[in-house]
């Protein structure tokens, strides 16, 4: 499977179920919503699911021998493991919450995993036609056009993105707070664009420096990591090893900052 065609191959095909699914992402975004909760601020709505179906579906017809794992269904019956098989992994609409707000932060993200390694990437906003697109060796694209990471070298100067994830208990709210303040005073600025996917694409085409998650899914990150990598970035957990797709937790940057990076996060 690791010829250039199949790579390829399996690339067109992910973009085709993306496009096909930004399409019912951009249609809904104008549409009032029928919300459904599955935590206290963490929601799904009738376009997730269709998404994800919808996915799936196509993904299937070409790859029937393939896993899959994915946000709606894995929230739904709670099963997921990560095996050698190639593994698509999908976030039928990451950015739920903007969604539902009409903030034009959406996007679908698909990654296939080969032997747990994260080699096709494709994250599309149909709401700002952005497509971004890596494939393991092979460079990484935004409408087609080559993209890479910042040559920013100096925490000061770097702009940080980050998420809040969903847990409102004190700890967590604590923790998240500090963490916050403590980065605030190394960096020029932070966002927060309720975007996982889109933020790891916003570092692999420079327009962000640094990127941290600590609560987060395999479909969060699986699309965007082969996008970062292929941009001359790095993903890897806050700790600095390598990066585990289902740890929960992940910083992405360009070589340059890693190390006074991790060392902030660490403090």
């Known amino acids: 499977m690791a010829q250039n065609e199949s790579l390829s191959e399996l690339l067109a095909t992910a973009i085709d179920a993306a496009k096909s699914a930004g399409e019912v992402i951009r249609r809904g975004f104008y549409q009032p919503k029928t919300v459904e909760h599955k935590g206290v601020v963490d929601l799904v709505t009738e ?7 919808l996915i799936f579906n196509h993904l299937k017809q070409h790859y029937p021998t393939h896993k899959f794992i994915g946000e709606e269904t894995t929230a739904a019956c709670g099963a997921m493991e990560l095996t050698d098989e190639p593994t698509w992994i999908v976030d039928p609409v990451d950015g739920t919450t903007n969604f539902v707000h009409g903030f034009p932060f959406v996007c679908v993200s698909i990654g296939l995993t080969i032997k747990k390694i994260p080699t096709v990437g494709v994250v599309y906003n149909p709401i700002l036609n952005e497509l971004f697109t890596g494939v393991l060796g092979q460079g990484a694209f935004l409408n087609g056009n080559p993209i890479k990471v910042s040559s920013q070298s100096e925490l000061v100067k770097s702009l940080l993105v980050t998420e809040e994830g969903t847990k409102r208990d004190q700890l967590t709210l604590d923790a998240s707070a500090n963490r916050i303040n403590r980065l605030l005073a190394l960096v020029r600025s932070i966002r927060m664009s309720g975007s996982c996917a889109l933020d790891l694409c916003g570092v692999a085409c420079g327009r ?5 998650i600590v609560e987060c899914g395999p479909w969060d990150v699986a699309g965007g990591a ?15 090893d390598d990066l585990a797709l289902t740890a929960g937790r992940i910083a992405a940057s360009n070589p340059l900052l890693r190390h006074a990076f991790v060392e902030a996060l660490q403090q």
């Not at 376009?47 to 179906?53: F, I, N």
């Not at 082969?226 to 600095?240: F, H, M, N, Q, T």
């Open 47 to 53: 376009t997730d699911k269709a998404c994800e179906d």
């Open 208 to 212: 962000l420096d640094l990127f941290y």
């Open 226 to 240: 082969v996008i970062v990598k292929e941009a001359g970035g790095l993903v890897y957990d806050l700790s600095g």
